[in-house]
């Protein structure tokens, strides 16, 4: 009997590690490669998704770049990219862009974003009309919001980031930017923004909570702050939908990549350890 149940325990083992093997053998016959460009903010969840897919599917080849997201659904229509990383669904008109025809849109993470400041600013908490008055320039000192006396400077993303048009749809309810002056820079990328903001004293900007650092520090806005408990319990209003575009439906190898990062795993895992929120959580 003793005999019977340990050939039964080892049959059992064997069955086991037999159906492992197909299962990871049948996980890593995907094979094609998937090209990815657009939203910065989306980036790094992008690359970490990419890494771990890649783990799993040693056969699939996978690109991204960011360039702001205008440069995804773009990219999409030339047929230069499977995927368009964007922070606003391109299928739809938004305040500034027109809709791109054709392509479909896959919700991958909510995005929090805030308004950051250098390190040595002394203010903690804005308004919503002090925002605006900085951003559109009516407003140049930080003594004028209970800061020190010194100029503001105002750092803004360049046209086409999704980055801005959700900072300047939720956070400033549609004002418009200051465009120039001694006291205004521009930067094109999530990363030029965290640099600019932690090397140039007095600076406000705006940026998404996986780019906050220890050089910068981020805002309340309305005495609330930017975390994932306030999005969800919708008190912290400054957030958006980070949305894959692509021409159609996807193909099978980017259809699998794209249900890995909507997979509760990632969502709930990297994604999470990245600063994002699952899409799950705000109903």
């Known amino acids: 009997m003793k005999w019977f149940k340990s050939l039964s325990v080892a049959a059992l083992a064997i069955a086991m590690v037999a159906t492992s093997v197909s299962a990871a053998g049948a996980a890593s016959s995907l094979k094609g490669k998937i090209v990815i460009n657009g939203s910065s903010a989306l980036l790094p969840l992008t690359l970490q998704a990419a890494n771990e897919f890649k783990k799993l599917n040693p056969k699939v080849k996978i690109s991204a770049s960011a360039a702001g997201s205008i440069t995804g659904p773009q990219s999409v229509r030339k047929g230069i990219a499977d995927i368009g990383a964007v922070d606003w669904d391109a299928s739809q008109d938004v305040p500034g862009f027109k809709k791109f025809d054709g392509q479909v849109a896959h919700k991958v993470a909510i995005i929090p974003f805030a308004a950051v400041v250098n390190k040595n600013v002394k203010v903690d908490d804005l308004s919503t009309k002090q925002l605006q008055d900085i951003f559109s320039g009516k407003v140049t000192n930080w003594k004028d919001v209970g800061g020190d006396d010194a100029d503001i400077i105002v750092v803004n993303r360049a046209f086409g980031s999704g980055t801005r048009v959700n900072f300047q749809m939720k ?113």
């Open 171 to 283: 956070a400033l309810q549609g004002t418009d930017f200051i465009s120039k002056g001694n006291n205004y820079k521009e930067v094109k990328s999530s990363g030029d923004m965290k640099t600019a903001v932690e090397t140039t004293p007095n600076a406000i900007g705006y940026i998404d909570l996986v780019y906050v650092t220890s050089n910068m520090k981020a805002m309340k806005i309305n005495k609330v702050a930017p975390t994932e408990a306030n999005v969800v319990n919708g008190t912290y209003k400054v957030w958006g939908y980070g949305y894959y575009m692509t021409k159609g439906e996807p193909n099978e190898v980017t259809k699998a990549f794209i249900e890995y990062i909507q997979s509760a795993k990632f969502q709930n895992g990297s994604l999470k350890k990245l600063k994002f929120i699952p899409i799950s959580a705000v109903k």
